[in-house]
């Protein structure tokens, strides 16, 4: 196959670069035009149709040109579709070529993103088949009951548990609000988290019923006061956690035919520090579990936070008991370290993730419990994804079609500015000195429950605002503002839009938006 890559004037360099090492059979057209965004559709099939395109068996045009390409194709006789939107990626788009059936309105990368993910899916599906298939029935581990049955087993993908912290003293419309999200988030299993200290069975009642209403997942509940337990269970919780030494006899009567998690502690909820004393009290616990009747159990050695006592000898932990006992299914409790260190939670999850695999961890439990984990489960569930994939491939997790890069890119795509000829240079100067516009003036707001950007009109010289616009989109606000002839100066338009696109980007990346006050990123 040999493809025509179409471009402008400004860009034909770039894209001579970008294709200079390439072996995909191709040409380069370059068009009388200086900024190839600029060009349409038609104007490209009018001036091709004067080009010898003989041996041409496809056209690709620059992807963020408007338009339908079919139109080439009537007037050449000749497929044509979207490339990507930067030149850098050209590569990539005729590596795959002729595995993808591109677009003629969307940009390449859209077309391989949508691909990327279907085959990532088609993969986690096979893995999971597999996983049913070769699993001996003594091995398998199954939470839940019907449509919403959970697998878990050494080959099978880690479950992803949310827990709602302190689920216990929200309201039943908050409880709502979470379980929704972490649902559409994509967590396996909810988890209603009570406050330390205990006393509040009405309200572990009350918090599973709400939680199993709103969501037809697995619900479970953290919880270490027996009566909380008792009345979660009564509730219809399908999985209970911290079951140790302490409450695992005063509750056995009402919880033996429930999943249990059984964690390490001892008497008094203590937990040793030394890993072989640590595993030796969570066997103790296991083995009289199951003496007291308990027959789903899943064990829990406890991911101590960093210094507190010590995150690396809890892993430790975690390695030993999977070297003694390769079955038992054993929870991973990722949000004990998330929580408790002011990083962002992105990379954390994904190495938690990865070591939880290393061990051999079936479900990994995270919170949202602060403003710096928002977006963990989601966070999470594709970390296991990654690392599912990963471990499958028998590769670390990179060049998967799917990551967690959000802040940083694998490669700069940005056009580098190079001077060939002779132009004036000036070092920028210019002050934009503060005025006030006559049509009025803007706040702009974040409302975090719908992730919109609020901007809000206020006439000139009053103090309450005529007029509140929300969107997503800057663009769709300031075309607002545009449109309804509320601003007449160029400085107050670049003002404007230069704090809707910060407010923007708070709500992407989870910084706090103020008003006139610059994102921070990076260190102190």
Known sequence: MKVL??????????????LRRNEFDHEICILPVPVAALMSTQYIASMLEHKDLSGIDLVLIPGLIKGDTSIIRKRVGITSWKGPKNAADLPNVLKVIEKIRFSTISPADESIRKAGIKDIERSLNRIEKESKKTTPREDLFILGKGEKRLFLGPNFPMRILAEIVDASIMSTEEIKKRTNFFDASGADIIDVGMVAGGGHPEDSS???????????????IDAQDPEEIICAIKAGADLILSIDAENMSEVAEFTVDTPVVVTASGRGHVLEENVEKRISQLNENIHRARSLGYMNIIADPVLSPIFSPDLCTSIQAYFRFREMDANTPVLFGAGNVTELIDGDSIGANLLLTGIAAEVGANIILTTEGSVKTKNSVSEVVKAVKMITLAKNRKSPPKDLGIDLLVMKDKNWKEEMFTITEKIKKLSA?????????????????????????????????????DLIF?????????????????LSRLEHAYYLGRELEKAKIAILTGKSYVQDQELFFGTN
């Open 5 to 18: 890559v179409v471009t402008g004037m400004r860009a034909k360099d770039i894209v001579k670069e970008h």
């Open 206 to 220: 009350r918090a599973v019923k709400a939680v199993k209403k709103y969501t037809k997942k697995i619900v479970s």
């Open 429 to 465: 100067k210019g002050n934009l000195d503060p005025a006030h516009d006559q049509r009025g003036s803007y706040r702009i707001l974040i409302d975090r429950d719908k992730n919109e950007i609020v901007m809000a009109h206020y006439d000139y010289g009053t103090i309450k605002p």
């Open 470 to 486: 929300k969107s997503k989109e800057p663009d769709q606000l300031i075309g607002e503002a545009i449109n309804r002839s509320l």
